[in-house]
């Protein structure tokens, strides 16, 4: 094995010999420094081999043959090759990413590369603090070097900044130092360490300058403005190398650092660290600037970082897990993410559009920045999980929630940048080159991620590789995103279908109900699949991630494996979401309604293990004394999902913007994954009060307010599109109130509300979608008279919205009438009458379907249109079949339903005689109700053949109507603001008033953070000043340094 | 350490410079001026340092005839202060110089030193 020495001796060998090298060209140095990295890297990558496989014992090096503290020591523990690997294969990476700059640059800017990589190697394995304090001033000079060298606009600006606050911070480092000598009679760290006793009494300030030193060049808010102005004036590499191995450097130092402090420093250091998270979060919300927006995430993950490190007596042996997970996820995708700046060489934002010509660049971005807000499979999201859980066990719920807090807020920037980059309008399509040398760097770490996520994964006990199948389907439909639609969507239908045929045995009661759904429904609508032409270019692996998620939602036996599930099917969903036309507003909201709904299932789940064992959904049953808040966390949290009211507002425009088949997958199925979560979660908690109210009353009356609202909105649709997303929200919030009956019939409705809504919501949403893709129109006034080009369509909608508005004899009768038994057992008299008043508003938009689109005068510009593809009308026929089914032989589901229920609530179970349902309130007959109304429809239909025989056919515009004549369709077709006098006498209740709380939230803290923000006012000595205030602050904070 | 002994004073001397230097950094706007207290406050540094190593009645850590090589420990001061101080000049003079070569581009590109010139990068 090489020695560790031989790094330094490495890199300072070449550097020494580079400067020589100034008159034979810019390749050979070039060679050489790449070699020396190269070199450097394995080394230690070997050592840190060594230590993982082989169980090697730490070394020390002595320098100058002599024992500390007469000679500086070097440590090569399994840490330090942890972080030395780290540092040097990112900068090896590096130093190919910026191949062309350096060599612009010329050998200078190679050599002092060489020594800043150099310095950050000495600073993780020196124990020796005078030359921790040397190797740092190295790193720094040669940093303010680099930048000197040029890069972004205003680059030597940054530097200068850069330059003078970290030479104040090394000042107070030096005198800190000094006088830890003076007071320990050792510059050797261990040596302090093991002589703490006798001068912790004393040595206070000592500790304060050094421990505060580190700190401040780890950038902990407010002091890092230069920190700021340096990432976004840098040049993308430096920038990448000073977020990814210099901070990681650095917080190993702090690490290295925390044996010296006492206790009560802790505290402090969690609070700068956790400040600084949160802090720059909200400051980063309002960044326009791509390079400054990274620099305000850096500075906020490695405040994390800190906060981590501040708590090793918390987390014990599972800190460096944490950390490291956390760090991997920063350091590859920071880096990833700033060479992509380098490649896009856009300045601000919004100016990313252009990366959607290049789907590749478009699917690494998405990859860093779902790493950097830990989602799965990426280190982060096993870290957060751990770091929640273990804070949890300690009852630390205020860290907790401030770290979710900061989580939002880091989501918010994150992926509004995403969004402009998949869909904001470009002016030109700017087609740009990628040099090989700097997409390379970038593709190694964006694999590097999804190993290092499989890597925590396995120590997070995530590792079975069944687990991992749907997701690598998904991986497999990416590599085959080359082959045309047809062919994708069979190996999609194959896949799936597959899985369908292989689990559907495996599951049962609910569970199989669901599966049905996600699985099955899913299978059905890929059907839909065909009509596309083309490659469709990303569709197939976003929606297979999604069903992914769904899949092992059900899959899932922990709560591990749950949020991991729930975690992978809502970024499938929110890219297929995205793929809508003008989606990026609703998108993001989806996302973060999502994350925020997703961050208080992670606070409950880890409310629930707190002082457990294991991780097991079972306990759920037994949460003791905190059961009402986890109930009403993990209640809010699947009601984002549900679109519950005040958690609703981005669903109508995802639903309504989607694509044709993609509207039924993130309506018909998707929603549903939330009442599965309810489900779990009223199965498990049951009946919870706070402060002696039912929590299951108040979720009533949100689903009973949801479904008056939803309904509402949607008869004042003009987007038929919309009027169904608005449709979903009110038959969702039926659903809501059924569960929170807690009874059997309240469920038996519940469920049966919601195998209805996804029979007839897909159905819906592909017949709309289909007029909506030959019309090429989503407003209905704009529509009219379909019935003779579309008459497929025509009876689909007929069929679904008779289903949907729950009249004799289809399915949906089955949910009303249980409905209005439940709510007669319970006694929620108001309730029920408010969600009867929203049944019959339910009819009006089901009539504004029919009247709007189908009848009425054919529009000029529609002629020609034709009936919807094949492809999108088979599933709904399919549908079609599977209503008549359940209409007529409704004990074929709502039975066995009722008997699955039976086991957790075995009153007031419906009895059955064949197909006769018998209540304690009636009795209702399937079969015999539809044989009546077929029966009459039939013979109404026959007379009306007969009677009318003789008639004649009349032409559009035939006179036939009154004294007028009609030229255009138009006025004879009263269809815009078709509810206007509803309108005027109801409108008040559809004021948007949850959609202004929310845009107001948005607003104030839009406005907190440009508030936030000011503090850094570009001015460099304004810098200095927040350092040395910093020092002075916490100097009284700590009373003196404790 | 007692009272206006010469380790004490030079002590605080050092700490005065330090403060004139910290001073230097944020009350000046020319740039010039602010390297200047970046040069006091690594001056004010050093003085300290060297303040810590002195012992009284004792020499400077250098072996020549004069000291008696049996109790070398009991008759100089402590050396090691002195090579820090050593070294942290070499980095102090290496980051003057480095701040003065920021200076002079700077000045190029605004033929200006005034800092509160160079804010473009902010918020």
Redesign the interface.
């Known amino acids: 094995m090489v020695a560790p020495i031989y790094i330094i001796a490495a890199a300072l060998g070449t550097a020494f010999t580079l400067g020589l090298l100034h008159k034979t060209g810019k390749t050979l140095p070039y060679v050489l420094m790449t070699l020396a990295l190269g070199l450097m890297t394995f080394i230690s990558l070997e050592w840190l081999l060594a230590f993982l496989i082989d169980g090697q014992k730490e070394e020390i090096i002595y320098t100058a043959g002599f024992k500390p503290p007469f000679s500086i020591s070097l440590l090569m523990g399994k840490m330090e090759a942890v972080f030395i690997s780290i540092v040097n294969t990112m900068a090896f990476l590096g130093s190919i990413y910026m191949a062309r700059d350096l060599k612009n640059k010329g050998v200078n800017s190679m050599l002092i590369y060489l020594l800043l990589i150099m310095g950050l190697n000495v600073v993780i394995m020196t124990r020796d603090i005078f030359n921790l304090f040397v190797f740092l001033e190295v790193s720094s000079i040669a940093t303010a070097g680099l930048l000197l060298i040029g890069g972004r606009k205003n680059a030597v600006s940054a530097g200068l900044k850069y330059l003078i606050a970290t030479g104040t911070i090394a000042g107070f480092l030096l005198i800190g130092i000094i006088f830890f000598y003076y007071y320990a009679g050792s510059l050797s760290l261990d040596d302090i360490i093991a002589s703490k006793e006798s001068w912790i009494s004393v040595g206070n300030i000592a500790l304060l300058l050094v421990l505060l030193s580190v700190i401040l060049e780890l950038k902990p808010f407010p002091a890092n403005g230069w920190a700021l102005d340096v990432y976004q004036g840098a040049n993308p590499g430096i920038g990448a190398i000073i977020s990814a191995s210099s901070a990681t450097a650095m917080v190993y130092v702090l690490y290295k650092m925390m044996p010296l402090a006492s206790e009560a420093w802790n505290y402090v250091i969690i609070g700068i660290g956790l400040l600084s998270f949160v802090a720059s979060n909200i400051a980063g919300i309002k960044q326009t600037n791509a390079q400054r927006l990274l620099g305000y995430s850096s500075v906020g993950q490695i405040g994390l970082a800190v906060a981590i490190v501040g708590m090793h007596q918390w987390l014990g042996s599972g800190l460096m897990t944490i950390l490291l997970a956390m760090l991997a996820s920063h350091f590859l995708a920071k880096a990833g993410l700033f060479w992509l700046a380098g490649i896009v060489n856009k300045e601000t934002t919004k100016e990313w559009g252009i990366l959607r010509n290049k789907p590749v660049l478009l699917f690494l971005m998405g990859t860093f920045i779902f790493a950097l807000l830990g989602f799965p499979p990426f280190p982060s999201f096993f870290g957060k999980w751990e770091l929640i859980m273990s804070l949890s066990d300690l009852g630390q719920y205020g860290i907790v929630s401030l770290i979710l807090i900061g989580s939002l807020f880091e989501a918010v920037y994150m992926l509004r940048w995403l969004g402009y980059a998949i869909k904001e309008d470009k002016e030109e399509a700017v087609n740009f080159s990628i040099h090989w040398e700097k997409f390379l760097p970038v593709g190694i770490v964006a694999t590097a991620l999804y190993a290092a996520g499989y890597f925590f994964g396995w120590k997070s006990g995530y590792s079975d590789w069944y687990k991992y199948m749907p997701l690598a389907f998904a991986a497999a439909l990416f590599l085959l995103d080359f082959l045309p639609v047809y062919v994708k969507n069979s190996i999609t239908l194959l896949g799936m279908g597959w899985y369908f045929f292989e689990m559907y045995t495996q599951y049962t009661g609910l569970k199989f109900v669901f599966f049905i759904i996600f699985i099955g429904g899913g299978l059905l609508i890929f059907l839909a699949g065909y009509y596309k032409k083309g490659k469709r270019v990303g569709f197939y692996p976003l929606a297979i991630l999604m069903y992914a998620g769904l899949a092992l939602m059900l899959e899932a036996s922990n709560m591990l494996e749950f949020f991991f599930a729930w975690e992978i099917m809502t970024a499938g969903s929110y890219f297929l979401i995205i793929r809508g036309k003008k989606s990026m507003t609703h998108a993001l909201n989806y996302a973060l309604f999502s994350i925020g709904g997703a961050f208080l299932i992670l606070a409950g789940f880890g409310i629930t293990q707190a002082g457990k064992d294991g991780l097991s959904l079972e306990l759920l049953y037994q949460v003791g004394s905190m059961s009402p808040y986890v109930f009403i966390l993990l209640a809010i949290g699947f009601m984002t999902k549900t679109a519950s009211m005040g958690l609703h507002i981005w669903l109508p425009g995802a639903h309504a913007e989607a694509e044709t088949d993609v509207s039924p997958m993130v309506s018909a199925v998707l929603l549903k994954a939330g009442v599965y979560g309810l489900i779990i979660t009223m199965i498990s908690l049951g009946n919870q009060f706070i402060g002696g109210i039912n929590i299951q009353v108040v979720l009533a009356w949100i689903g009973v307010l949801t479904a008056l609202m939803g309904n509402m909105m949607a008869a004042f649709q003009e987007d038929a599109k919309r009027l169904l997303a608005y449709s979903s929200i009110g038959q969702l919030g039926y659903v809501l109130f059924g569960l929170a009956l807690m009874s059997h019939l309240g469920w038996l409705t519940a469920i049966s509300v919601a195998i209805n809504h996804f029979l007839f919501k897909a159905m819906l949403f592909l017949a709309i979608g289909g007029v909506v893709l030959r019309t090429k129109t989503k407003y209905m006034y704009q529509m009219g008279g379909l019935i003779k080009k579309m008459p497929i369509t025509f009876i689909v909608v007929l069929i679904g919205i008779i289903t949907l508005s729950g009249v004799p004899p289809l399915s949906g009768f089955a949910g009303k009438w249980l409905f209005y038994n439940a709510i007669l057992e319970k006694g929620w008299y108001l309730q029920g009458a408010v969600l009867f008043f929203a049944g019959v508003i339910a009819f009006l938009y089901c009539f504004r379907l029919i009247h709007t689109i189908f009848l009425g005068q054919l529009k000029d510009e529609h002629r020609k249109v034709k009936e919807a593809p094949f492809w999108l009308l088979l599933p709904q026929i399919l549908v079609i079949v599977g209503i008549m089914v359940l209409s007529a032989f409704p004990n074929s589901i709502l039975k066995p339903l009722g008997e699955v229920l039976y086991s957790y609530f075995p009153e007031g179970a419906l009895s059955w005689n064949d197909q006769l349902a018998n209540s304690i309130y009636g009795y209702w007959d399937g079969k015999m109700v539809l044989y009546v109304v077929v029966a009459i429809f039939a013979s109404v239909f026959l007379w009306a053949l007969i009677v009318t025989r003789k008639s004649q056919k009349v032409k559009q515009f035939n006179i036939v109507y009154a004294a007028e004549r009609p030229f255009r369709p138009e006025t004879t077709h009263f269809a815009y603001n078709f509810f206007a006098p509803f309108k005027k006498a109801l409108g008040f209740l559809v004021y948007p008033g949850i959609t202004n709380f929310w845009n107001r939230v948005g607003q104030s803290t839009m406005a907190g953070a440009d508030a936030l923000r000011k503090i850094y006012n570009g001015n460099g000595q304004a810098y200095v000043l927040h350092i040395v205030l910093f020092f002075i602050v916490v100097y009284f904070i700590t009373a003196g340094g404790f | 350490m007692k009272f206006l002994s010469p380790e004490y004073i030079s002590m605080a001397a050092g700490f005065l410079v ?1 403060l004139i230097g ?1 001073w230097g ?2 009350a000046n ?1 020319n ?1 010039i001026r ?1 390297i200047i207290g ?1 040069s006091l ?2 001056t004010g ?1 050093h003085i ?2 060297v303040a ?1 190593s002195y012992l009284k009645d004792r020499t400077a850590p250098i072996i020549d005839e004069t000291i008696n090589t049996q109790e070398i420990a009991k008759q100089i001061t402590d050396p ?2 002195q090579a ?1 101080v050593l ?2 000049i070499v ?1 102090g003079l ?2 003057t110089a ?2 003065l ?3 002079m ?2 000045h190029k ?1 605004k033929k200006s030193l005034d ?2 010139k ?6």
């Open positions: 330090i910290i950094i944020l706007k740039l602010m970046f406050f690594d540094i300290v340092m810590i090691v202060p820090l070294t942290a980095i290496g980051v480095l701040m070569v920021y200076a581009k700077l590109e800092i509160t160079f804010n473009d990068l902010k918020w």
